[in-house]
């Protein structure tokens, strides 16, 4: 039998959050949150609306300067390092490559104007390659990866329905290979027969690539089908963390509770 | 130790907080130990904490004290308080658990259900499908149906699907919770052959059956789960 | 008659003085967009305000001036900035791409070579190359220090899905002294390689968008292109109905309303000194096709 590959037997973490607080004036958005994220591992982050739990993903994803505290990431080389110290082209070159982001909404992560097939291909582009044929063809293998119609590469996304253009956002994300995704509500707004088409590419892409990954819902049901694990965020802090399976089936906080027994049954 | 499983004095309390905080003690003092190759069925009267056990030994609830010791590469952890990451590494690599009820992404094909354990495991795609397949076709589940989702199935269907998700991994220990629950005689036969194959090849397994007759056919011992209910 | 009281080239000497800080700084980081305190002219913009500042800083009472307008002299835009300085510094004025010691340009490179000691100015509507695809400037100013040019490439990468290869005909970008990727103002793709490795200064100054860049004489001026894709000439494939040239950009001329044309240099003194010199054309056009030139 072939050794198992077990991204998350690796013990260093990748992404390290301490402390972290940001206020706005004397409102808190998010305080004290401390946790660390493994190669491989997804996380999910639920809780209300202004449960803090978008200004936490900025603050990872260091879009936000924290008002406390401090996450570190474990760059390509090894090396754990304080994001607040990057300089912004390496905080930029983060983004463009080893991180990927997927926005609720995709307009925010697309280029609407420009072909599916040069919204892939820009990071690659971004990174030197110079070749247009390879940029091509790799544009195209990630649209099929993704379930979209290749004969649709040089239509803009502004032609997409909602769904696709969810796709082809993630495709956009992953055509660099990165380690780390930040998701925010990214089945937010469409029909629930296409989140569960939605759900089982990014579940299976996940696994596939070993991807770690944030993913910010109020979806409960997101949080169990994607996530290892499950932060639950009320008022900026968070209230409970676990196993996402523990947490939703033996919730111990009265919040938690009352958001899982919120869920309509199905 | 050579027990796979060796739980002392675990505990569990459910605490109702929508309910005013009223305290649901549910078990406490559960106190066993499963070798490899033996199969010790939980029993006792509905309500008594069978699949509250099962659970806690699967890192699914919580254990509010005690210890649950689980063999897992070559050392022991204690499950009661492990982190998460090292309660998924047991799941991967140690616990099966054969639920009553199959928790499958929408969309997934039957055969793909059965062979992502395997898969999870660094199977290539293609031999996981065959063994999947083997499976599937042990538990009676017609070819014409493997590449349809599980959710379209009747119950009887979706139970042997799990079944067959269940017992695809060469994991050292298996919980099986009801795993003959809506089975025909046919395919009941089927799950004791499944069971008496992983005991040959020194899986621990911890059941909840309710038919007595399987559990004369698949039982090593029988711990008897009413002395830990936990007085109200 | 009272002569009006303009000072030397119509800007005071302080404005200048401002535009001349602006040029220096420019030339020191070829390709870098320059913001400057760009003036009201006499003259609405998109008719070369920025040219007209640049040339007015750089002159001096010796200077020669040529003017062009689409490579040509005898356009009124380019008859106007030529009366204007004339008018207005008392500056010698030319037609002679040679003989000239500043020339404002608009949309084109003469085709006689440059020499040193010559100042190309160019009239620039729109400095940003990355705004077509990003239309934030906080933006574009934080990809340009960073030096992230993956954007640049992806509107030549739109070009080649559409038509099957880079249809960019003008504006064509260019990487400037191997660091800040530059827009060299609407001339068409067939002088980009003009600019690279020139003995002349070239200065580029865009009114409206208040902005100053340059190109000191023998710096590196590449074309962007993809290495399957890569960066091609484009020219009618006719010689010049007037000389004969088959070496230079031409202009169609479009002769009566049954669908004759011939070809001509858009170049009119480059035109002019060939005939002078006894070429000449065949004054009536061959069918026109276009054929790509390395």
Request: with cysteine; aromatic share 6%; charged share 25%.
């Amino acid at each position: 039998m072939a050794e198992p590959q077990d991204p998350m037997q690796d013990d260093q973490p990748l992404l390290v959050a301490e402390h972290l607080g940001k206020n706005y004036g004397r409102l808190t958005a998010c305080r004290d949150v401390s946790f660390a994220l493994y190669p491989g591992e997804v996380l999910a982050v639920v809780g209300e609306s202004g449960s803090g739990k978008s200004t936490l993903l900025q603050l990872l994803s260091a879009q936000l300067a924290p008002s406390a505290g401090r996450v570190s990431y474990r760059m390509r080389d090894g090396v754990l390092r304080d994001l607040a110290r990057l300089g912004e082209a390496e905080r930029r070159f983060l983004f463009r490559t080893d991180w990927g982001y997927v926005h609720q909404d995709a307009a925010q992560g697309l280029r609407m104007a420009v072909s599916a097939g040069a919204n892939v291909g820009e990071r690659l582009m971004a990174v030197g390659w110079n070749h247009y044929g390879r940029i091509r063809d790799a544009a195209s293998s990630w649209l099929e990866r993704v379930e979209i119609d290749t004969a649709r590469i040089d239509d803009a996304p502004r032609t997409y329905s909602g769904g696709m253009r969810q796709r082809l956002q993630i495709a956009r994300n992953l055509v660099t290979e990165p380690r780390l995704v930040f998701m925010d509500e990214p089945t937010g707004g469409l029909d629930v027969s296409v989140q569960a088409r939605l759900l089982d590419l990014m579940r299976n892409l996940v696994s596939e690539l070993g991807l770690a990954a944030i993913v910010v819902t109020h979806d409960l049901a997101v949080a169990r089908l994607l996530s290892h694990r499950v932060m639950v965020m009320k008022g900026g802090r968070v209230i409970e963390t676990g196993l996402t399976d523990q947490v939703l089936d033996d919730p111990r906080e009265p919040y938690t509770q009352l958001l899982v027994s919120s869920i309509l049954p199905a | 130790m050579t027990a796979m499983i060796d739980i002392t004095s675990a505990k569990k309390t459910f605490t109702m907080h929508l309910q005013g905080g009223v305290e649901l003690p549910v078990v406490r003092g559960v106190s066993f130990q499963v070798e490899p190759g033996e199969c010790v069925v939980l029993s006792g009267p509905s309500g008594a904490g069978k699949s509250s056990i099962l659970k806690m030994i699967f890192g699914n609830y919580r254990c509010d004290g005690g210890r649950i010791g689980i063999r897992h590469q070559g050392m022991v952890i204690d499950l009661a308080t492990a982190e998460p990451r090292q309660v998924l590494s047991v799941r991967r690599t140690t616990i099966g658990y054969v639920s009553q009820f199959l928790r499958a992404v929408p969309r997934v094909a039957t055969i793909d259900v059965v062979a992502e354990p395997l898969i999870a495991n660094g199977i290539a795609r293609a031999e996981a499908r065959e063994r999947a397949g083997a499976l599937l076709r042990r538990l009676n589940i017609p070819e014409r149906l493997w590449a349809l989702p599980p959710s379209t199935f009747s119950g009887g269907e979706q139970q042997r699907v799990n079944i067959a998700r269940g017992f695809i991994s060469d994991l050292p220990i298996l919980l099986l919770d009801e795993p003959t629950a809506s089975l025909d005689a046919a395919n009941r036969a089927v799950v004791v052959e499944l069971i008496e194959q992983k005991k040959r090849q020194r899986v621990a397994m911890v059941a909840i059956v309710h038919d007595d007759e399987i559990r004369h056919l698949i039982a090593d011992r029988i711990v008897d789960v009413t002395s830990f209910a936990a007085a109200a | 008659m009272n002569a009006p009281a303009y000072n030397f080239a119509y800007l005071d000497e302080q404005t200048k003085r401002m535009i001349r800080r602006a040029i220096l700084k420019a030339i020191a980081i070829p390709g870098y967009q320059v913001p400057f305190a760009s003036r009201e002219m006499p003259m609405p913009y998109g008719w070369g305000t920025g040219g007209v500042q640049v040339t007015a800083a750089i002159l001096g009472p010796q200077d020669v001036l040529k003017v062009i307008d689409q490579g040509s002299d005898d356009t009124t835009n380019a008859i106007s900035i030529r009366k204007f300085f004339g008018k207005t510094a008392g500056v010698a004025t030319t037609t002679s791409t040679t003989d000239a010691t500043v020339i404002q340009t608009r949309h084109r490179i003469p085709e006689a070579p440059l020499h040193a000691g010559q100042v190309l100015v160019y009239q620039v509507p729109i400095p940003e190359p990355l705004r077509f695809l990003e239309p934030r400037e906080t933006e574009t100013r934080r990809m340009h220090a960073l030096g992230e040019y993956g954007l640049m490439h992806v509107k030549l990468y739109e070009d080649i899905a559409r038509f099957g290869h880079i249809a960019t005909s003008y504006a064509y970008p260019v990487k400037v002294n191997a660091r800040y990727v530059m827009d060299p103002s609407p001339t068409p793709k067939f002088d980009n390689p003009k600019m690279d490795n020139c003995p002349a200064l070239q200065l580029f100054g865009a009114g409206r968008e208040k902005r100053i860049y340059a190109i000191p004489p023998h710096t590196d001026v590449v074309s962007l292109d993809f290495e399957d894709h890569p960066f091609t000439r484009y020219r009618f494939d006719a010689p010049c109905a007037l000389c004969g040239a088959g070496d230079s950009y031409l202009d169609e001329i479009v002769t009566d309303d049954k669908g004759s044309r011939m070809f001509v240099c858009s170049d009119t003194d480059y035109c002019e000194s060939r005939q002078l010199a006894g070429h000449r054309g065949s004054e009536s056009a061959p069918p026109h096709k276009e054929r790509a030139h390395g």
